[in-house]
């Protein structure tokens, strides 16, 4: 039996430190439909939270929101206890960059790049050096067993490849909170196992929240709690 879940308790953990995410009263309109109705949630370091949601039911736009990629109508955003939305827009796309990985279904790689130099644009934009951030870029992709494709451009890369380089370039600079949009949905389901062992795995060596939105039962099964978005409000499942 599912339970309400919008801005009450039975969203929010009680994590030792700041949460890695946290939501509180997110209101979002398009056009004349609602998206979000002061939506609230809070997610500690190292939880991987699966938001489940028909098509077009907000899930993307929640996740755009936090990444800052859409500006919400009210309600506030904080990542590892700094607020992210509102005041200086500098800033809050410096924390962001800093604090923040995000992993597309469509994979979203540079077609001019090769898969090292992908996984190496983050480390760059924030100030690392390029001898460092080639290091750093070639051992996140040894991570990923993806190493000995590290020169191919993405269109030489078959979509499983492509979503480890993806997440590769999310992860390379330990991100604080991980985004992750429907990231199987287009892999087979050998490719899409792989992907969400890659993430369950990232959350634990790296202490990364995850939050990911999925249509995919497969997918669902690698959270440690399951959310569902309906009618503008978050529920549990």
Not at 150 to 166: H, I, K, N, T, W
Request: net charge neutral.
């Amino acid at each position: 039996m599912s339970a309400r879940a919008s801005g009450a308790t039975a969203l929010h953990r009680a994590p030792v430190g700041p949460a890695a995410l946290s939501v509180s009263g997110l209101d979002k309109r398009f056009g004349g439909h609602r998206l979000l109705a002061s939506v609230s949630l809070e997610i500690a370091p190292g939880e991987r939270v699966v938001l489940l949601g028909e098509s077009g039911s907000g899930k993307s736009t929640l996740l755009n929101l936090i990444a800052g990629l859409e500006p919400a109508d009210a309600g506030t955003i904080h990542i590892a206890g700094q607020r992210v939305d509102g005041g200086d827009a500098d800033t809050s796309a410096a924390l962001r960059r800093t604090r923040l990985g995000f992993v597309f279904q469509a994979f979203h790689l540079l077609p001019q790049l090769d898969a090292l130099a992908n996984v190496m644009v983050p480390l760059l934009l924030l100030g690392t050096s390029y001898p460092e951030a080639r290091r750093l870029a070639q051992a996140q992709l040894e991570s990923l067993g993806i190493a000995a494709r590290a020169r191919a451009l993405p269109a030489m890369l078959s979509g499983g490849e492509q979503q480890r380089v993806a997440i590769a370039r999310a992860l390379v600079h330990r991100p604080t909170l991980l985004l992750a949009d429907e990231p199987t949905g287009n892999l087979d389901e050998e490719n899409a196992q792989r992907v969400l062992e890659l993430l369950e795995t990232a959350c634990h060596e790296h202490g990364a929240a995850l939050l990911m939105a999925t249509h995919s039962a497969q997918a669902a099964r690698a959270g440690t709690r399951v959310l569902r978005l309906a009618h503008a409000s978050l529920h549990h499942v």
